[in-house]
Nanobody, 113 residues
Framework: QVQLVESGGGLVQPGGSLRLSCAASGFTSDYYAIGWFRQAPGKERELVARIGSDGATVYADSVKGRFTISRDNAGTVYLEMKSLKPEDTAVYYC????????WGQGTQVTVSS
């Protein structure tokens, strides 16, 4: 059974940092690209960052230089977020496409003073 479980969200002040984790199971995650998406209230879900099976990375312009996506050998994909801004506030999801699309349940990130 394919599962994606996000964790690491929370409340942080502007300028702060968080590290999100996406624990993947039920498939060999190293073989597939995994993406981090986010959805803010009233807005569409958008791609934040993606890591390919070859380790190649893609970032949204809004997070370049602040966010870093990586993966470990245990099937977990991380999103390191620095210099957070209030506009980064959203529910963050990870996603994988295995012929059909799987999403995690999401983790809330709130950037506020």
């Amino acid at each position: 059974q394919v599962q994606l479980v996000e964790s690491g969200g929370g409340l942080v002040q502007p300028g702060g940092s968080l590290r999100l984790s996406c624990a993947a199971s039920g498939f060999t995650s190293d073989y597939y690209a995994i993406g981090w998406f986010r959805q803010a209230p009233g807005k569409e879900r958008e791609l934040v960052a993606r890591i390919g099976s070859d380790g190649a990375t893609v970032y949204a312009d809004s997070v370049k230089g602040r966010f870093t996506i990586s993966r470990d050998n245990a099937g977990t994909v991380y999103l390191e977020m620095k210099s957070l801004k209030p506009e980064d506030t959203a529910v963050y999801y990870c996603r994988v496409d295995l012929g059909r699309t799987y999403w995690g349940q999401g983790t809330q990130v709130t950037v506020s003073s």
